[in-house]
C-alpha cells in the first residue's frame, strides 16, 4: 500500500503500546498465551487497514480525488470493521464468562486489543493521512507492482458450490470416522489426572518411558508425547485420581520415579523431582467435569450470539443461519484434523482448556471474514435490487478477494510465527490457529456465501409455493360460488 502502507505500520506500532499500557495500568499478569493475544491482536489489526485502504483504491479507481476517495473510504469502511470486529468481540466475552487461567488471559487481551484496533485503525490512521494532507503531501495506496492485482476479476464461485459441499461432506464425514473409532487426545484438564513434565539427560523413546511407567503403575496405561526436545516427554496418567489419601501425589510420583530410575542411573526420589520433573499438574474429576461443560457452553453461546447479531444487523435469517453453519462446518473440519493427526505429529494435540481457546479464536477470525464478505453482498444487493442474486453475490465475492487474501496471509504469517517460536505450551494451540484460519478464509467464500444462495432460493421456492396454493384455493372458492 505504499505510504498508506506505511501509516498503517504507525498504527499498528500505537497498537501495541496501546495494548500493553493498558494491561500494566490494570496490572495484569502477561502470561504465555497473553503474549499470543497480543500477538494475534496485531495480525488481525491489519484487517481494518486493508478494508479501508481497498475501499480508497475502488473509489480512486472510479475517478475520484485523493481528499474525496480518502474520505469515502474511511465512510464506506466503518459497517464492515464495526461488523467484523463486535463479532469476534462476542467470543472473546464468552471466554471471559468462562474461560480459566491462561484462557482468561488470552481473552483479556484479545478484548483490550479489539478496542485498540479500532481506534488506531479508524481515528489514529485518519488523522495522521488528513496532517500529510494539510501539509500538500501526496499519500499514495498502491505500488506498481499492486495497482492492477485482483482488479476486473470475474470467478464463478457459486457455480461449483455444489463441489464445495461434497468436499466438506467427505472431510467431516472421515472425521466422524475418526472421532468413533480414534477419538480424541484429551488434555488432563478436561479427563482429569496429572500430567508430568520430565527432562533426560539425552534423547528417549516415548514407548520405553510408557513400558517403564506401566510397570509401576495400577491404573490404565499412561499416555506419553514427546514434549519439545527430543530428550523431553510429557506424562499424563489418572493413576489413583480419585484418591482421598493426602499423600496420594507424592505415591504417584514416587511410582513414576521407580518406573524411570533405571533410565537415570538410578537418581533418588529427592534429585528427580527437583532436576528431572520440570513441571507438574493435578486436574480432579470434578473440576475436569466443571472445565468440559463450561467450554461446551461457552461454544453454544458464541454461536447463539453471532447469530443473533447477524440476524439484528442484516435483518435476513438466511444470512444468520449461513454464518452459524460455516462455523459448524470450520469447527467440525477442525476437530477432525486433530483427531486424525493426534499422536502422528512430533507436538501435542490435546483438546484442553488452550484449545477451546484457539477453536473460539477461530470461531472469532471465520465469522470476521464472513462478515465482511456479507457487507459487501448487503450493499450490492441494494444497488442491483433487479439482477439475478447469484450473480450479485459473485461479484461481491471478487470485490472483497484482495481484502480477503491480504489480511488472511499477514494473519497466517503471524500466527506461523508463533507456531515457530513459541514454544512448546502453545504449538499445540498455534496450529489450531493454523488450520483455523485456511479453513475460515477457504470457507467464507466457498461455503457461507453460497449457502446464502442456496437458503434465500429455497426460502423464495417455499414462498412461490405457498403463493401458488393460495392462488389455486381462490380460484376454486370463486369457482364453487360461481357454480352456487
Known amino acids: 500500500y505504499s505510504s498508506g502502507g506505511i501509516i498503517a505500520i504507525i498504527a499498528l506500532l500505537l497498537n501495541l503500546f496501546f495494548v500493553i499500557g493498558v494491561l500494566a495500568s490494570i496490572g495484569a499478569t502477561l502470561t504465555l498465551p497473553g503474549m499470543a493475544g497480543i500477538v494475534l491482536t496485531i495480525g488481525m ?64 487481551v484479545l478484548i483490550i486489543g479489539i478496542f485498540s484496533s479500532l481506534f488506531t485503525a479508524i481515528l489514529i490512521t485518519r488523522l495522521i493521512t488528513d496532517w500529510r494532507l494539510g501539509q500538500g503531501k501526496e499519500i499514495a495506496y498502491s505500488t506498481s507492482m499492486t495497482e492492477g492485482a ?37 488434555g488432563v484438564d478436561f479427563q482429569g489426572g496429572r500430567t508430568y513434565v520430565v527432562k533426560f539427560d539425552n534423547p528417549i523413546s516415548t514407548t520405553d518411558v510408557r513400558e517403564a511407567i506401566t510397570k509401576t503403575l495400577t491404573d490404565n496405561a499412561p499416555l506419553v508425547r514427546t514434549y519439545g526436545s527430543s530428550n523431553q516427554v510429557k506424562i ?10 493426602p499423600n496420594a501425589d507424592n505415591l504417584v510420583a514416587s511410582k513414576i520415579h521407580e518406573g524411570l530410575a533405571p533410565m537415570l542411573n538410578n537418581v533418588s526420589y529427592d534429585k528427580f523431582m527437583d532436576t528431572y520433573v520440570q513441571s507438574s499438574q493435578k486436574v480432579g474429576p470434578t473440576i475436569a467435569d466443571d472445565i468440559r461443560s463450561g467450554a461446551i457452553w461457552a461454544t453454544l453461546f458464541s454461536l447463539l450470539g ?13 444470512f444468520g443461519l449461513a454464518a452459524v453453519l460455516t462455523i459448524i462446518h470450520d469447527t467440525l473440519i477442525l476437530l477432525a484434523i486433530f483427531s486424525l493427526l493426534a499422536g502422528i505429529l512430533p507436538f501435542s494435540l490435546e483438546i484442553n482448556q488452550t484449545f477451546i481457546a484457539a477453536l473460539l479464536t477461530v470461531i472469532g477470525y471465520s465469522i470476521n471474514d464472513t462478515v465482511v464478505v456479507f457487507d459487501r453482498i448487503r450493499e ?13 453475490i459473485n461479484d461481491a465475492i471478487n470485490s472483497t478477494l484482495s481484502r480477503t487474501i491480504i489480511t488472511s496471509l499477514t494473519t497466517l504469517l503471524v500466527v506461523l510465527i508463533l507456531f515457530i517460536f513459541g514454544g512448546e505450551v502453545i504449538r499445540g ?24 444462495v442456496d437458503l434465500s432460493e429455497a426460502d423464495a421456492n417455499r414462498r412461490a409455493r405457498a403463493t401458488e396454493k393460495l392462488d389455486a384455493r381462490k380460484k376454486k372458492t370463486k369457482k364453487t360460488e360461481a357454480t352456487s
Request: hydrophobic fraction near 50%; charge should be positive; avoid cysteine.
Open 236 to 245: 499424563t496418567t489418572d493413576e489413583l485420581i480419585n484418591s482421598e489419601d
Open 45 to 108: 489489526a491489519v484487517d481494518a487497514n486493508v478494508i479501508i485502504f481497498e475501499r480508497i483504491r475502488e473509489e480512486l479507481a472510479r475517478g475520484s480525488g485523493l481528499k474525496k476517495a480518502i474520505a469515502d473510504g474511511y465512510t464506506k469502511s466503518y459497517s464492515a470493521i464495526i461488523d467484523a470486529n463486535l463479532t469476534t468481540l462476542i467470543t472473546a466475552v464468552v471466554l471471559t464468562m468462562f474461560g480459566l487461567g491462561p484462557v482468561l488471559g488470552f481473552a483479556t
Open 429 to 452: 494451540f498455534s496450529f489450531a490457529l493454523l488450520i483455523g484460519i485456511i479453513v475460515g478464509t477457504y470457507s467464507s467464500i466457498f461455503f457461507a456465501t453460497p449457502l446464502v
Open 306 to 318: 453471532i447469530f443473533l447479531y447477524i440476524l439484528i444487523r442484516f435483518r435476513r435469517w438466511q
Open 150 to 186: 485482483f482488479k476486473n476479476l470475474n470467478y464463478d464461485f457459486i457455480g461449483g458450490r455444489k463441489k464445495n459441499y461434497i468436499i466438506a461432506g467427505i472431510i467431516i464425514g472421515i472425521g466422524f470416522l475418526s472421532f468413533a473409532v480414534k477419538g480424541f487426545e484429551y
Open 380 to 392: 450490492y444487493l441494494n444497488l442491483n435490487p433487479k439482477r439475478r442474486q447469484s450473480e450479485v
